[in-house]
């Protein structure tokens, strides 16, 4: 009875490197080692080394001894280890996740839902039974509102240690480059992500000041968690942040704005209404439409964008709630 619990562990290490080891590409120890860590199971790397040698001996994986470090995988025709728990629908909720939310989970969290991903990505192949559902990736798609770009090029890593402190609440220190070229390496307490449309922002405080600055990730040229911790400021709200218009390149002053829009353009704002409060008053030839918005550049050129189809813009400052 002594050695039950050892061989209690050994099987569950057992069961956790063999959910986690893919079909269509191999995996290092190395990274089975990260994987398990970040479900918070913790194993060096010789433990994980040897069972994973008696694995390959008793189970359809293939060991690659071609160079180091060694890399492990299923082999095509072996039935691997499925995950009962894990329905058709479920897989495809997994899909979308690890497509949609990738920039928004720890990294931690990513690497230890790994084998459930390859797991939802085996079950939705082409060889896998869930045709309805692996037709239904196919049948949804998100649709930029704005001219489809790019997106920039985060340094490799970069997002890794950002999300990390983030995490954590750790400061962070980062060499940051601005739209003018200037370079300056701080120590900035990060408060939150957001992404809008190709681009990721990380807003945060930097030392010694209690304001919220938006950084663009791709002009963070390094970045490195620190092991120091901070309180989160309890004012600080990312939902109010955005509401704010500090993603729209504002200030956050409420204005209450009125123009007129041609009456064929109209149902545009009566079908998405600029906000709670808005008015549309009916004229001969347009609309006129009332609203209190946030005063931002992004309105500007929402505005622009209609050209001579909107007139007599007025703008005014709002009430307070």
Known sequence: MANRPDSLETTILALELLRRIPRNRKVTASQLRDQLEGAGIHRDLRT?????????EHFGIERDMGSK???YRWLPKSQG???PVLSEHEALLLRLAEEHLRNFLPPALMKSMAGFFQQARSNLGVHGTARQAREWLSKVRVVSTTLPLI???VAPGLFEQVSEALYAN?????????SSGWKATSEVMPLGLAQQGPRLYLVCRYRGHDNERSLAM???LSAKATTRTFTRPSTFDLKRYDADGRFSFGEGRRIRLSFEIDRELGFIVQESPLSTDQVVEELPRTFKVTATVVESILLDRW????GEQVTHIQRKPARKP
């Open 303 to 306: 505005l622009l964008g209609f």
């Open 170 to 178: 750790r400061w962070l220190e980062v060499e940051y480059k601005n």
């Open 151 to 153: 997106p920039p090029t």
């Open 81 to 83: 280890l499925s995950l």
């Open 69 to 71: 470090p060694y890399g």
């Open 218 to 220: 791709h002009r963070i």
């Open 48 to 56: 994980i080394q040897r069972q994973l040698d008696t694995l390959s």
